[in-house]
Each structure stands twice: as C-alpha cells, then as structure tokens.
C-alpha cells in the first residue's frame, strides 16, 4: 500500500503544480500586466490543461489498482475508462454535483464527466501539435478547470498525511 500511495500522491501533487502553473497564465506573472499579450499563450493551457488531468487521472489509477505502472496513454477517456467503477462512479456524482451546475451544457440531456474527457480526450496531442491541426480546436477552458479542480479534490480525499514526530528526543 505505501508504495502505491506515495506514488500516487507524487503523480497528484504534479498534476496539482502544473494546474497551478496554467491558473497563473490568466494574471501576474504571465498575463497582461507582465506586457505579453493575451495570443503569445495560445494552446499552451489547454496542453498544460490536458497534461495535469493526465497525471491526475493515473494518480487514481495508480491508487485504484495498486500497481505504479500507469498505461502510457494521452488519452482522458480511456484513462477514466481504466479506473475501477466505484471510481469513475464517484467522480461523476461529484462532476454532476459541483461542475454540471455552474457550467451546463445544453447539447447533453444528462451531462456528465465523461462528455467533459471525451470532448477533450486528445487535447494534450491536439494542443501541443497545434500548427498540424486539421480539426476545429474548441476547448471548453472554464468546465474543463472546474472538472480538473474537482478530480483533484476527490483525490486528495482518498488519503491523510500526518506528520510523524521521533519517540526519542533530537
């Protein structure tokens, strides 16, 4: 179990920081303010975007099946698709809980998690080949960092560290 959780953890803690390097494109230190205009970013979030809920996505499989080798995939549905049902069944009540709410999408009667992965399932390829693309390039930014924050969430849910003090004193 150790093996697998510290695992885990490390693959969740750098979905966490390359979600938290994107959110800082918007302002500060790379938005505007720092005179860059808003076009020298383009598909570098959704890439970056796409690469975090990768990670985050074999972060709960690693957690789920108990093995660290993660199946070498871009692919968001199909790593969704490898977690265990309880799993995905999870995220999805969460997904309609606190992301379908507040960002709807009409197209969908019963919209769920998967509309969201299956929509941007090779947006990491996608984004990062953006000069070879052949296809219209939609990203739904907004959903698709709500959907992100979310998995992430529910995972850290899934475990508690505690800091660990010597029996003896230094």
């Given at each position: 179990?150790?093996?697998?959780?510290?695992?885990?953890?490390?693959?969740?803690?750098?979905?966490?920081?390359?979600?938290?390097?994107?959110?800082?494109?918007?302002?500060?230190?790379?938005?505007?303010?720092?005179?860059?205009?808003?076009?020298?970013?383009?598909g570098v979030?959704?890439?970056?975007?796409?690469?975090?809920?990768?990670?985050?996505?074999?972060?709960?499989?690693?957690?789920?099946?108990?093995?660290?080798?993660?199946?070498?995939?871009?692919?968001?549905?199909?790593?969704?698709?490898?977690?265990?049902?309880?799993?995905?069944?999870?995220?999805?009540?969460?997904?309609?809980?606190?992301?379908?709410?507040?960002?709807?999408?009409?197209?969908?009667?019963?919209?769920?998690?998967?509309?969201?992965?299956?929509?941007?399932?090779?947006?990491?390829?996608?984004?990062?080949?953006?000069?070879?693309?052949?296809?219209?390039?939609m990203f739904?930014?907004?959903?698709?960092?709500?959907?992100?924050?979310?998995?992430?969430?529910?995972?850290?849910?899934?475990?508690?560290?505690?800091p660990v003090?010597?029996?003896?004193?230094?």
């Amino acid at each position: 179990m150790s093996a697998r959780l510290s695992t885990a953890i490390r693959i969740g803690e750098a979905a966490k920081a390359i979600f938290r390097k994107t959110q800082r494109f918007a302002g500060g230190e790379f938005g505007k303010g720092a005179g860059q205009s808003e076009h020298e970013h383009v598909g570098v979030e959704p890439m970056l975007l796409a690469l975090s809920m990768e990670l985050a996505l074999k972060a709960w499989f690693v957690f789920d099946h108990d093995d660290p080798k993660v199946i070498k995939s871009h692919n968001l549905i199909k790593l969704f698709e490898s977690l265990k049902p309880e799993s995905q069944e999870k995220l999805d009540a969460e997904f309609r809980r606190s992301v379908a709410p507040y960002h709807p999408n009409g197209f969908y009667m019963d919209y769920s998690i998967r509309h969201i992965l299956c929509q941007h399932q090779d947006a990491f390829i996608d984004w990062r080949y953006l000069h070879e693309a052949e296809k219209s390039m939609m990203f739904d930014q907004g959903a698709f960092e709500a959907t992100l924050k979310m998995v992430l969430s529910e995972f850290e849910k899934r475990y508690r560290i505690e800091p660990v003090k010597p029996l003896w004193p230094s």
